[in-house]
């Protein structure tokens, strides 16, 4: 799925229509029950890690004699990081909230990615 999302296939359009849609998700689900600031920051930093990690990979090469072993990680930590993250929210409308969890954490990805990908307005 990342690899759609960086890739020149994804439009703006699209990349646009994902992020609202993701932000009405958190807002329909904090309507019913609102995320600790906490666990938004922590999925906030699931997303931004996401990102750090996906373009690390693409730097190191896929000739690397590690690479394969590094993408299976880089696919599994954060979906472990977002179940731990879940385990500890509060029983009370866990499912609402760990939505709100994942939304979070694909408005971090999406932030960062879609800012290191801008045009410039400079040279």
């Known amino acids: 799925m990342l690899d759609f999302w960086y890739s020149p296939r994804c439009t703006r359009e699209i990349k646009l229509a994902v992020c609202i849609a993701v932000c009405a998700l958190i807002y329909y689900c904090s309507s019913i029950q609102q995320l600790s600031p906490l666990f938004a920051a922590f999925s906030l ?5 996401m990102h750090i990690t996906h373009q690390a990979l693409q730097k190191l090469g896929k000739n690397h004699a590690y690479a394969h072993k590094l993408k299976t990680a ?5 979906v472990i990081a977002l179940t731990v993250i879940s385990m500890n929210l509060p029983q009370e409308q866990q499912l609402i909230l760990a939505l709100q969890c994942v939304g979070f954490s694909a ?7 879609i800012y290191e990908n801008r045009a410039k307005r400079f040279n």
């Open 45 to 49: 930093a699931v997303g931004l890690g």
């Open 74 to 78: 880089a696919t599994l930590w954060p």
């Open 107 to 113: 408005i971090g990805l999406f932030l960062v990615s």
